[in-house]
Structures are given as structure tokens and as C-alpha cells.
């Protein structure tokens, strides 16, 4: 069974930066696309980066060049890197890989 532990979220001010780390258990990291997504309660989920097996990032338009997908093989962990933060970007962010969905992590940007 896979299992994917997201952390790193937290309470940050504009402008600042945080990274999420997502470890992935099991043999399927990086067989497949690893994907980050976030939601906030009362809206509709919404992707924010996608790193493919082949290595190729892509980016929702509202965090390109703020945000930045990568991975570490050796440690079956996907990361999201986010800068220059806003509050628009408080959400709980998930990673997923496949029909697989982590917990969670809360980001919250405040004023």
C-alpha cells in the first residue's frame, strides 16, 4: 500500500517562503508523476505542480515562477519549494501520486 507523508507547512508572513516535503513509501517513486495540489474549504481543489516520471515540471499560472517541484530518489521525497508567498496562497496542500493522497499540510500567509 502506498502511503505519502506530507510536512513543512506552517504559518508564514508575506513574502516569505516555505517548503513542503512529501515522503512517498513503496517501491513507486518516481514511476509515476508525483503531483501537488491545494484546497481551501469551500472551494474547489486546485493543482498547483506536477513533476512527471521523466522529470518535466509544469505549474499552475498563479504560482509559476514562485513555486518550484523537485525530487530526491534516494530519499523516495517530492518537495514544493514556495516563495514570495501570499495570502492567497493559504490552503492545505496535498501531494498525490497516482489515486493516492497524502494527509495534508496547512499553509497559512498572513498579512
Known amino acids: 500500500q502506498v502511503q505519502l507523508r506530507e510536512s513543512g507547512g506552517g504559518l508564514v508572513q508575506v513574502g516569505g517562503s516555505l517548503r513542503l516535503s512529501c515522503v512517498v513509501s513503496?517501491?513507486?517513486?518516481?514511476?509515476?508523476?508525483m503531483i501537488w495540489y491545494r484546497q481551501v474549504p469551500g472551494k474547489e481543489r486546485e493543482l498547483v505542480a506536477t513533476?512527471?516520471?521523466?522529470?518535466?515540471?509544469s505549474y499552475a499560472d498563479i504560482v509559476k515562477g514562485r513555486f518550484t517541484i523537485s525530487g530526491d530518489n534516494a530519499k523516495s521525497t517530492v518537495y514544493l519549494q514556495m516563495d514570495n508567498l501570499s495570502p492567497e496562497d493559504t490552503a492545505v496542500y496535498y501531494c498525490?501520486?497516482?489515486?493516492?493522497w497524502g494527509q495534508g499540510t496547512q499553509v497559512t500567509v498572513s498579512p
Open positions: 513503496g517501491p513507486i517513486f518516481r514511476r509515476y508523476g
Open positions: 498525490v501520486v497516482g489515486s493516492d
Open positions: 513533476l512527471t516520471s521523466g522529470g518535466t515540471e
